[in-house]
């Protein structure tokens, strides 16, 4: 048994070494350049990526192109199982840069093949996420902001109607005066103030302060990781449903190395809008000229690409987690369809299980606000915070809208 066992790793390694070339120099000047004060590129491939922020992404992005930059072939480990690469993977991230010195020649090398060929992989499915992370971060905060700023100016004015009453009267009573003298002595300006500031302070004011910040943010600091991201990633999709959002990226590509100051895509361009830019963003992306700006409409498509690949629509190419879906599947999903959807116990017509998903939804959306109402949803329950209270009624629409 043992030696079969090394029977296979050895040839294992001597393939492996085989189809390596010119790259196993670079695989041996790792240890060198590990075995300084520094620690090199070996050291860095063995660190996580740490905390989700804007330097992590760019570190990132180098760390990829340094581990490109090796050359290792495609087809390096054609033929080996995932789990025999992993294993050779984690064999090497526990060894010492003295260990791997130590070790055989083509030991040394497979175990080097092995590590960087699948850090490779996991730093790009790293990338994606600190990509899904930070432009939901970036979006939170703004929300935050704005809220907070709503909160702070925002006061509450009780007994609208009789203050409303009292101003009809005075009006009527004193048509001919000015408003400081006929309305302020029966009303006063503070609470004609508050009520302005209310009145304001709708979902479209907070909305159009979201953009405003958000821009503000994107522009003067997260702006930085697009160039790179879009020469680091190579975004691709299955679903014609989605080709606008990938036309965007195309777009945005042969923009990157355009100066940021310009402000807008040039007239003959053709800037995907549908199924990219939300109608709310539609005024902040399009001016009345009918020309496009680009911080806005970046923004837009780094939004609609996050949402893509969460669902999967859009995949990253060389990527792990976030590969083709298609890759998933079994070889002979497409011949058998119809006897994988029977056990998964799924219909094969899609708008049959859309139509299943929202009513199940809906029903279950209504079941929580009636508990919420009555008070039997147990540990759920409506609070108040800094003064305002949270409409659930209002929060379960805008779900159930989002699933229509």
Not at 76 to 86: N, R
Not at 152 to 179: N, Q, T
Not at 184 to 212: M, S
Not at 284 to 297: L, N, Q, S, T
Request: proline content about 4%; some cysteine.
């Amino acid at each position: 048994m043992a030696s079969a066992l090394r029977q296979f790793e050895d040839a294992f390694c001597g393939r492996t070494v085989s189809r390596l070339g010119p790259a196993a120099q670079r695989l041996e000047d790792l240890v060198t350049e590990a075995e300084g004060s520094r620690g090199g590129l070996l050291t860095e491939l063995k660190a996580d990526p740490g905390q989700a922020s804007l330097d992590t992404l760019l570190r990132e992005i180098d760390k990829l192109a340094a581990v490109r930059g090796l050359g290792l072939p495609a087809d390096l480990f054609a033929g080996a199982s995932e789990k025999l690469v992993a294993a050779w993977r984690a064999w090497a991230a526990r060894s010492w840069p003295a260990n791997l010195r130590a070790a055989p020649g083509q030991v040394r090398l497979t175990l080097l093949a092995a590590l960087c060929w699948v850090r490779q992989t996991e730093i790009t499915d790293a990338l994606v996420d600190l990509l899904i992370t930070l432009v939901h971060k970036v979006n939170t905060r703004a929300e935050r902001r704005v809220e907070r700023e709503l909160t702070e100016d925002l006061r509450r004015v009780s007994g609208k109607e009789g203050i409303l009453f009292r101003m009809a009267a005075a009006a009527v009573e004193h048509p001919d005066e000015l408003v400081r003298s006929a309305l302020y002595p029966v009303v006063g300006e503070k609470t004609l103030t508050e009520l302005v500031t209310e009145a304001k302070a709708n979902e479209r004011v907070f909305q159009a302060r979201v953009r405003t910040v958000l821009r503000s943010s994107y522009s003067n600091h997260y702006r930085r990781m697009l160039p790179a991201l879009l020469a680091a990633l190579d975004f691709r999709c299955n679903n014609t449903a989605y080709r606008p959002v990938m036309q965007a990226l195309n777009l945005l590509g042969r923009y990157r190395e355009v100066d940021g100051k310009i402000r807008f895509y040039d007239a003959g361009e053709t800037v995907p809008i549908d199924g990219v830019v939300p109608k709310a963003w539609h005024e902040a992306v399009v001016d009345e000229r009918g020309r496009v700006e680009r911080i806005p409409y970046e923004l837009c498509v780094l939004v609609a690409l996050r949402d893509a690949l969460r669902r999967r629509e859009v995949y990253v190419a060389g990527a792990g987690r976030w590969r083709n879906p298609e890759d998933d599947l079994p070889a002979d999903f497409e011949a058998s369809r119809d006897v994988h959807y029977a056990e998964l116990r799924q219909p094969l017509d899609p708008s049959e299980f859309i139509a299943d998903l929202k009513r199940r939804m809906t029903a279950s959306l209504e079941r929580f606000d009636t508990a919420l109402a009555d008070g039997t949803a147990g540990a759920v329950r409506i609070i108040r915070r800094h003064q305002q209270a949270i409409t659930h009624s209002l929060r379960l629409l805008k779900i159930k809208e989002s699933f229509i």
